[in-house]
């Protein structure tokens, strides 16, 4: 794919069917779902202007999106700046391979620097095998393991 075909851009309203589309799929390849209020505040706080609320690209080939990030800005507590959060990346797989995901996570890294992020950092689960391959490429795996909360 040339650099022509791909084309990284913000998330905009008229997105929303697109969006959808692709966000089901990456939940699905995580197993997991979310209600119906969980689509629609996410897609509103993609679009919103609260310091904090998520921000996203699409990548876009032949004109149709076949790709998504969302990310976000945080404060730090051992940094004065702020760090950026990369919380999801998807790229339809019937054209995985062509540097979608690649080239998301570079606009993320871009819009970090232009932010005074210095730190872009994210997660992804152990059984993510391709994911993995192009992570080892373009960050450095840290040594964290996650903890969360029981439900319940």
């Not at 999106?65 to 976000?72: D, S």
């Not at 992570?135 to 964290?144: A, L, N, V």
């Amino acid at each position: 794919m040339s650099e022509t075909d791909l084309l990284i851009r913000p998330i905009v309203p008229g997105d929303e069917p697109e969006w959808r589309r692709l966000w089901t799929g990456y939940l699905e390849f995580y197993q997991s779902q979310v209600p119906e209020a969980v689509y629609a505040s996410t897609f509103a706080r993609l679009l919103g202007e609260a310091p904090y609320d998520p921000c996203g690209f699409l990548a876009v080939v032949d004109g149709r999106p076949a790709g998504l990030v969302h990310y976000f800005f945080h404060r730090h507590c051992w940094r004065v700046e702020n760090v950026c959060y990369l919380q999801d990346l998807f790229a339809d797989p019937a054209i995985r391979g062509r540097g979608i995901g690649r080239a998301l996570i570079e606009a993320v890294y871009t819009a970090a620097d232009a932010a005074g992020c210095p730190s872009v950092y994210w997660m992804t689960q152990e059984f993510n095998y391709a994911g993995r391959m192009l992570y080892d490429r373009i960050g450095d795996k840290t040594p964290f393991i996650k903890y969360q909360r029981p439900a319940g």
